[in-house]
Structure formats: C-alpha cells, structure tokens
C-alpha cells in the first residue's frame, strides 16, 4: 500500500526541491503522467533540468521504491485528457519517463532487528 509520493526535480543551485505526488498516473510501466496545474517551481526546474526521483513510501518499514528518471511539462491532448478525468480545471500535465526503480525492499534484511516496526505505530526504537 502506498502512504505517501513524492518528487523531487533540482533547484537552480542543486538543492533538491521535493513536493507531494500522490497524483500520479501509471500509462505503463516506464511512463507516469503528474498533473501539473499548481507545480510552479517543479515546472521551472524541470525547464532546465528534466531529471526526477520520485519516492513510493509505505508506513511498513522498508516498503516502496525509490525511482529515477526524466520529466517534460506536456500539452499532449491525449495526456490533458487523462488528467482531465480526475482534475479537470487542469491545463497541463507532466510526463515522466522511469529510468531506474529500485525496491526498498531489498534493504529489508540490512536492518537490525532492534530497528524494525513491531507492528502499527512507529518502528521499535533500539
């Protein structure tokens, strides 16, 4: 289950600029489509430079994915329309292209087991 996504695009003096994603929509398994209408600054940055990560967090510990790839504002009307079905005051969309995923679940068995999650809440402390 995904709790939270975000994105991250570049700042103009490299400091990372991350906001909520949890507007996402798959068209494959390499292409997203964000609804851009209110990304002010994600659209500068991506203006210069097209790279993203985007983060598939879960409340389970070491559940998601963590994915790298490239970003275009599109006035693609097949994307428009997309969007549109779910937020249609919306006038663009930002198409992402997936490079790189890579499953957290991977660093599962990395973790001490006095750091995993004992259940819902917080992970146990050490």
């Known amino acids: 289950m995904t709790d939270f996504t975000a994105l991250i695009t570049l700042r103009p003096d490299g ?16 292409t997203l489509i964000l609804s851009g209408e209110r990304y002010v600054e994600t659209r ?4 210069r430079d097209p790279r993203v990560w985007i983060l598939v967090a879960s409340r389970e510990m070491n559940a998601g994915y963590r994915l790298a790839g490239t970003a275009l504002e599109s006035h693609d009307p097949a994307d428009i329309d997309l969007v549109r079905r779910y937020w249609p005051r919306c006038s663009f969309a930002i198409r992402i292209t997936i490079d790189r995923v890579e499953d957290l679940a991977y660093w599962r068995n990395l973790v001490p087991p006095t750091h995993k999650q004992a259940g819902p809440g917080p992970a146990t402390p050490p």
């Open 15 to 30: 400091s990372p600029h991350l906001v909520g994603a949890w507007n996402l929509l798959p068209i494959d398994p390499r």
């Open 44 to 47: 500068r940055n991506l203006a």
